[in-house]
């Protein structure tokens, strides 16, 4: 090729009708493109190219998927030719889309300069990520090799639609109990809903749009970590609502699952079930994504306090966002049973959940004990986005139990006040007077997801003022963002690596709710400084 480029500056004298043959093996292969035209002078010439490749299956061990793009090209791996044709064809309209998308923002000159870039440049852990779209079909692979130990609460489709028609407070609790007696009948039967797949919620006129796997960083080998999806999801649920609804779905499902193969737990060496009815797991699994989640081992996250809580914030928030009633019917019970899951960390029956004296959230090298401003602020929340999400699936006496116990609870998380921020925790310990940055995390999505405040406007105010005089100006000049952790005497928290680190993550949640409690000043200083940190380059 080389030669006939130099020679003839094209391919145009090559033999076009040669018969291709397989390259030989332990041969170096080549490809090559060229194209010749006549640029006028004063004139412009564009030469589009298109460079694809079809690789239709994803394999985990002896699982097998198909892309979701194979329901267009088909799936025997040759369509690379129509895919990259349909590149050059309709390219220019993909590209007007974007620009069309974006221009609105762009455009707006009341934005500050940093905004745009920001906003737009931060969706690169969609594609960034090892991402994997399948068609949402079963793996092609013998139903044989899924433990039988394993057991998963399912009911049949129709069953999930009297939900709606929940007229006495027992309803939610005879459709957990008659899934839990039907699957007794299925423990020692391998069945593909033995796992976290999903798509057997979706209602039968529904367009099976396929599951979503993504990594948030590509050395963090777990896919989808629901303890900070709770931060990322929003640009899918803008964005591309019925894959972040297709997430949800699945987590719904593994909810209702349990695995009791025993994985052992690297801070403390012992051996504990992988996952347990009724715990959201961390993540979605990685070397048998679906059917083995939890990946994670450096806790046991079945007594995490904060999954759960966001699991339900989320649900809630997608169901407001996409006005998809189906979907709150059909992951319902997976939230009712999920709620019950946390009882057993109400140490004191006052409502409100305690963390139990090691890193039980999603800062996991961060000890906490007790009632603490993240998993409790966390919970409440839930618990008011447990009784709204009832009141709209019908189940009116579980909207009031909720409703109850998020009164309780609200009362007990205020306790934590301390006159200017909430305290960390309220074990009396070294630290649990931290003033942490994401303190508020429970207050912000509760107003994200369209909810009732969980904490009084002053008091707000007062947190957000003091997160930001202390965990963003007294840190290198105000110019990092918001330290995770600040010590009431403005030094940093360095009782752990995670109280003194800075993450993107955090740092926009409490931008979003100064953005809230329109405290414009702190916000556009803390997005500036965010932009510098974290934006344009990955982090």
């Given at each position: ?23 030989k ?13 006549t ?28 892309r ?41 000159k ?5 905004y ?22 079963p ?5 044989g ?80 970590t ?62 048998d ?207 752990t ?43």
């Amino acid at each position: 090729m080389w030669h006939e480029i130099k020679k003839n500056g094209s391919f145009d004298h090559l033999d076009h009708n040669e018969t291709p043959t397989p390259s030989k093996p332990g041969s170096s292969i080549g490809a090559a493109i060229a194209a010749s035209l006549t640029i006028p002078s004063d004139s412009i010439r564009t030469v589009t190219f298109s460079l694809a490749w079809d690789c239709p299956e994803v394999r985990f061990g002896q699982k097998t998927y198909h892309r979701r793009y194979t329901r267009f090209y088909g799936t025997h791996g040759n369509a690379a030719a129509s895919i990259a044709r349909d590149a050059i064809l309709e390219h220019a309209l993909w590209e007007s889309q974007i620009e069309a998308w974006q221009r609105p923002v762009l455009d707006d000159k009341r934005l500050p300069e940093w905004y745009p870039v920001t906003l737009f440049n931060e969706l690169y852990y969609l594609n960034a990520g090892r991402t994997i779209w399948t068609d949402g079909s079963p793996p092609m692979q013998s139903l044989g090799t899924i433990r039988e130990r394993k057991f998963f609460i399912n009911s049949p489709r129709s069953n999930l639609k009297n939900t709606a028609d929940m007229s006495h407070q027992n309803d939610t609790a005879i459709e957990i109990l008659e899934r839990m007696a039907a699957t007794l009948e299925q423990v020692h039967t391998p069945l593909t809903s033995n796992s976290a797949f999903g798509t057997y919620l979706l209602p039968n006129e529904e367009e099976n749009i396929g599951q979503l796997l993504y990594l948030e960083g590509i050395e963090y080998l777990m896919w989808n970590t629901y303890d900070v999806h709770f931060y990322s999801s929003f640009a899918l649920v803008m964005l591309f609502p019925k894959l972040e609804l297709s997430i949800q779905r699945d987590f719904a499902a593994a909810v209702m699952m349990h695995d009791p193969d025993r994985m052992k737990v690297m801070s403390n060496g012992k051996l504990a079930k992988r996952k347990v009815l009724g715990a959201v797991p961390h993540d979605i699994g990685f070397n048998d994504p679906w059917f083995e989640v939890n990946a994670y081992n450096l806790h046991n996250t079945d007594r995490w306090k904060d999954l759960n809580s966001k699991f339900v914030l989320q649900v809630y928030r997608d169901m407001v966002a996409t006005g998809d009633k189906n979907f709150a019917r059909a992951v319902w019970p997976s939230v009712y049973v999920a709620m019950a899951y946390m009882d057993q960390f109400d140490k004191d029956g006052d409502g409100m959940i305690e963390n139990e004296g090691f890193p039980d959230q999603t800062y996991d090298i961060w000890s906490v004990s007790g009632v603490s401003a993240y998993s409790g602020g966390l919970w409440v929340a839930a618990l008011q986005a447990a009784s709204a999400m009832a009141c709209e699936v019908g189940d009116k006496a579980s909207a009031n139990y909720f409703w109850v116990r998020y009164q309780k609870a609200k009362a007990v998380y205020d306790t934590l006040w301390n006159g200017s921020y909430f305290n960390y925790d309220n074990s009396g310990g070294s630290f649990s007077a931290s003033i942490q940055a994401d303190q508020l995390a429970g207050q912000w999505y509760a107003r994200a997801c369209g909810l009732s405040p969980i904490v009084e406007k002053d008091k707000v105010r007062s947190a957000l003022e003091k997160v930001y005089n202390f965990n963003v100006l007294k840190v290198k000049g105000g110019m990092r963002g918001a330290v995770n952790g600040m010590l009431p005497d403005g030094r940093v928290d360095t009782s752990t690596v995670q109280s003194r680190e800075i993450w993107s993550g955090v740092t926009y949640s409490v931008a979003a709710a100064m953005i809230q409690r329109r405290c414009w000043k702190w916000h556009f200083r803390l997005r500036l400084v965010s932009m510098k940190q974290f934006g344009p380059k990955k982090v």
